[in-house]
């Protein structure tokens, strides 16, 4: 199995971007999907984004057009490029790797949307 380690949170304005990363610490070729997902206060865990190991992604409604997703195999990295920050879109952003016989969750990145 993988570990997943999230970088790129933090404090941003309306409007303003952010970036977020998802270092695995081994090959993510294995994996046949990895995703993002987020956590607000006293709402439970939602998917954000997922892309799969031939590039097919998927996002939520709420995100399409303003976010995306993509994965660097021979970095071992996954990413989130958020555009268009809205309060809402405040919360905890978790990384997801799923393959044959796991799942594996990072720790989570704060990020918060607020002026």
């Known amino acids: 199995q993988v570990q997943l380690v999230e970088s790129g949170g933090g404090l941003v304005q309306p409007g303003g971007s952010l970036r977020l990363s998802c270092a695995a610490s081994?090959?993510?070729?294995?994996?046949?999907?990895m995703g993002w997902y987020r956590q607000a206060p006293g709402k439970q865990r939602e998917l954000v984004a997922r892309?799969?190991?031939?590039?097919?992604?998927n996002y939520a409604d709420s995100v399409k057009g303003r976010f995306t997703i993509s994965r660097d195999n021979a970095k071992n990295t996954m990413y989130l490029q958020m555009n268009s920050l809205t309060p809402e879109d405040t919360a905890v952003y978790y990384c997801?790797?799923?393959?044959?016989?796991?799942?594996?969750w990072g720790q989570g990145t704060q990020v918060t949307v607020s002026s």
């Open positions: 081994g090959s993510i070729s294995s994996t046949y999907a």
């Open positions: 892309i799969t190991n031939g590039g097919i992604t």
């Open positions: 997801n790797a799923a393959a044959l016989n796991y799942i594996r």
